[in-house]
């Protein structure tokens, strides 16, 4: 008897909760939502006006009475604009409706919802001021950024909205300064505002918001000095692209549990401060593109957490710190562009750490003694040298060897000699550029066996002989995959381009897939087997001395943006296959012996003239149309025979006289001569 009235509780419940858990849309509810659904001006993904219960919608979530609680419609591609009655929803506590196409000014209504703990409007083409008045007694999270909101900053966010631990303004067009009222959010975790026209200083009490942890303000129009005179809770804070000035203030000690600071592309100046060097929560120190001077005395026994160290583009002066092996966190280092003499420091041949590691400009010595150095780095995958030695020989030694090495950049060095045997040890390279500097010789062919290798860029050396045929089975460029970018740590962020639309930025350098070995003296043909790489972005041959026909097989470079040949000594006609390169969009093979007709269509109507100029046997749209230069022949040909018919009268005129001359000096002598002596006789 007990186990059937058990077996009956349990059927029971389990109907009961079926049926709370599909409950039925509160009518007020459903007619708000197809209010909102009408005021689209696209479809809704999972949406229909058919179904009276919206509680099955995709993206909408009600509660047991039929309530709706969320209304989450995230990258959904929604066109229109936002309704009035969409606030009707009294009990929403999630609205999502980011990564959208919205636009206009959301109603000022929607910042009155009583129950609305989530709103997130960002990534959308919002625009408009902000309403004065912000009351969201229950918010918790507010983003709006990346849209097109202006004006000041409202003050009600942290008046009326006290528990809000989120707020995300960046990437819009708001200005003036940081309302004072912001002070009140006593419970604010996050506060993003980069990306504006935010003006005026820094306050100093938003290093005092006791649960403050985010602060990002980068990409403003802040000015005067940082100032803090109490602990700070802060753990990343961004000031960088402002105009700050003056000295750092030797206040870090005040911030515990900092481990990013960025301030980079401001107007500091100075040495860096005590409590920066000797910090020993920071982990990532960005500073470049200042006026910072004095050594790079960093404290590594205290700075037991840096990972990245960015000081790019100052006026630091003296030697390479031989300590920096001892911060034992430290994976990514980058000193271009500072005052920087001497050699590579010994103690880096213990830098178990190093992965990244960049000193381009800088006016170092020995670049032998540099790279045995280096390759001694177990870990290292990125080295940069761009423009650091100056008129020295690449080093032969076939026992220099970088086994994790990925990125190898040293252009711009005069450096002179072979391009070396070692670098058939690289096995795991990804992109080798030894542009512009003194090279002779032949490319190896061993190049054509490095199996990651994308980005090859040879140009404005000495090399010659043939083109090595290894290099068209590189194969990592015969799969699409997307640009590389530098493998470097450094922050993401979050800019406003021309077009008004926000894009990621980082300091990463764009390599894509590219094979550059132009301005050599390399000859011989331009291989048919170029065409199987089809995940070439760039194909770079002009100033060399190549002749041959231009292989047709290059029109299968379907990921193609610059193909340049001009400049060599190429023959034959254009391939119409080039002309289904959809992506190409710089092209050239001005300056050749390329003869017949230039194809037309496709990307080659935008192609201007000095794509094509230098070829006299050319005629096509951009150059001397075929018709005109057919009919300039036939008229040179009239021309000729009609100075022929001209001269004819002329010269048989003149040949007549000539003969009668020769006659009256020759012949008439002669019978004088014969009729005087037979008067004699």
């Known amino acids: 008897m007990n186990t059937l009235w058990l077996y009956t509780t349990i059927i029971l419940t389990t109907f009961s909760l079926k049926a709370h858990s599909n409950p039925t849309c509160n009518p007020n509810d459903s007619i708000t939502l197809k209010h909102f659904m009408n005021g689209m001006e696209s479809p809704i993904p999972g949406w229909t006006s058919n179904s009276s219960n919206c509680c099955n919608w995709d993206g909408v979530t009600c509660d047991l009475s039929g309530n709706v609680i969320k209304l989450e419609l995230s990258k959904k591609k929604l066109v229109g604009t936002l309704v009035n009655s969409l606030t009707n929803l009294t009990n929403l506590r999630t609205l999502n409706l980011s990564r959208n196409l ?69 990437v819009n067009y708001f200005d003036g300064e940081i309302p004072l009222e912001f002070e009140n959010c006593s419970v604010l ?28 303000v980068q990409d403003n129009a802040i000015s005067g000095q940082l100032r803090n005179s109490e602990v700070s809770s802060l753990v990343y804070l961004d000031v960088s692209l402002n105009y700050i000035s003056g000295r750092l203030p030797d206040f870090f000690h005040l911030f515990p549990n900092l481990s990013y600071f960025a301030a980079h592309s401001n107007n500091l100046d100075g040495r860096m401060p005590f409590s920066l060097v000797n910090s020993g929560s920071i982990s990532s120190l960005v500073l470049r593109n200042n006026s910072f001077s004095g050594l790079i ?32 966190l430290l994976k990514t280092i980058d000193l271009g562009g500072n005052n920087l003499t001497g050699q590579i420091p010994e103690t880096f041949k213990s830098f178990n750490s190093l992965s990244y590691l960049s000193l381009s400009m800088c006016k170092l010595n020995s670049f032998s003694g540099s790279l045995q150095i280096l390759h001694m780095c177990p870990n290292l995958t990125t080295l940069v040298l761009s423009r650091s030695f100056d008129n020295e020989e690449m080093p032969s030694d076939a026992n220099l060897q970088f086994k994790k090495l990925k990125t190898l950049v040293i252009p711009s060095c005069k450096l002179t000699g072979r391009i070396p045997v070692w670098l058939n040890g690289l096995t795991k390279l990804r992109i080798l550029d030894l542009s512009w500097n003194e090279l002779t010789g032949s490319i190896p062919p061993f190049l054509g066996s490095l199996q990651s290798l994308v980005y090859l860029d040879l140009s404005n050396n000495y090399l010659s002989g043939e083109i090595p045929k290894s290099l068209t089975g590189l194969p990592d460029l015969q799969f699409h995959e997307n640009s590389l970018e530098l493998s470097v740590e450094f922050p993401i962020s979050m800019r406003r381009g021309t077009n008004g639309k926000a894009f990621k930025y980082n300091y990463g350098i764009r390599f894509p897939p590219t094979l550059d070995l132009s301005n050599n003296f390399l000859t011989g043909p331009i291989w048919p087997e170029f065409g199987y790489l089809i995940n070439l972005h760039c194909l770079n041959l002009r100033y060399n001395e190549l002749s041959g026909n231009i292989p047709s097989s290059l029109g299968n470079l379907t990921s193609i943006e610059t193909l340049d040949l001009s400049h060599n000594d190429l023959s034959g006609e254009i391939p119409l296959s080039l002309v289904s390169l959809g992506m190409l969009r710089k092209f050239s093979i001005a300056y050749n012996n390329l003869t017949g007709i230039i194809p037309s269509g496709g990307q080659f109507s935008t192609f201007s003239v000095s794509s094509f100029e230098g070829n006299p046997g050319l005629c096509g749209e951009f150059v001397l149309s075929c018709v005109k230069k057919q009919k300039s022949f036939q008229i040179r040909e009239y021309e000729v025979i009609e100075e022929s018919l001209i001269s004819l009268p002329v010269w048989t005129g003149f040949g007549t006289g000539f003969l009668f001359a020769v006659i009256l000096l020759l012949v008439l002598p002669r019978i004088r001569d014969k009729q005087d002596t037979d008067k004699f006789e």
């Open 102 to 170: 919205l636009k206009g000014t959301p109603p000022v209504s929607l910042f009155h919802l009583q129950c609305l703990q989530v709103l997130d409007l960002s990534a959308n083409e919002f625009s408009g001021s902000l309403p004065d008045s912000v009351n969201l007694p229950m918010i918790q999270l507010l983003d709006i950024s990346d849209n097109n909101f202006e004006g000041p900053i409202a003050v009600g966010f942290c008046i009326n909205s006290t528990g809000i631990k989120v707020l995300r303004l960046g």
């Open 189 to 216: 975790e996050e506060l993003s505002l980069d990306g504006n026209f935010v003006s005026g200083m820094l306050p100093e009490y938003l290093f005092r918001l006791p649960r403050l942890l985010r602060l990002t």
């Open 297 to 328: 005395d960093l404290n590594c026994s205290a700075m037991v957490n840096l990972k990245l160290l960015d000081l790019v583009d100052n006026k630091f002066t003296g030697s390479i710190p031989n300590n920096l092996p001892a911060c034992p």
